[in-house]
């Protein structure tokens, strides 16, 4: 189905690069620009914006101009990529999630397992995907006190995203649990197991 026309901001980031800002899908934003046909470096999503960088001046203005007139359709999810990822749901914060949402461990684990995520974007680490898809009623804000350690391979969730972290880190999200999957890896053809667009279930084990 075809969306109203956007009213996103293209704003410059130097010479060879445009951010449009205020995109409802940037996945599916970034998606139309990649399959257009226009000469483009790269083009990265994020929670608002798509980051498109050119070679050449006249390609930023192709680019751009695009930008003002695509239209976009929505997404074909059952089409991606779809990564299972097994979780143990031995997180440190299972118990403080049940009791903050009112429910039992046994149901945080099946809500959060249960459902269908698309990686929306990548950042803040090399192979860490804000996955998209986390049930309202597991929506949370993030810890008032972020850890200065959490292990890599555990699995998270913060505001409505959940995640898994690719390498030991500090952060502020609530631990569910933990997986043996490796999320980045800089010696494999593709280092990070997830990219914008993907599928993303999680199986209890």
Known sequence: MARPAPTWQIRPMGPLAILIDGVDD???LALA?????????????AARTVLVTVDALGDLERVAALARRVEMVDMPRSAAPTVTI???????DLEAVAAAVGCSTEAVIETHSSAEYHVAF????PGFGYLAGLPATLHL???????????AGAVAIASEYSAV????SPGGWHLLGTTRAVMFDPH????????????VRFRAT
């Open 26 to 28: 940037p996945p599916a």
């Open 33 to 45: 620009i990649r399959a257009s046909g226009e000469s483009v470096v790269d083009v990265v999503p």
């Open 86 to 92: 097994d979780v143990d749901y031995d997180g440190a």
């Open 122 to 125: 990548c950042g803040f680490a």
């Open 141 to 151: 804000p993030r810890r008032s006190t972020p850890r200065v350690r959490v292990p």
């Open 165 to 168: 972290y690719p390498t030991e």
């Open 188 to 199: 494999r053809e593709d280092p990070a197991l997830l990219a914008s667009g993907m599928t």
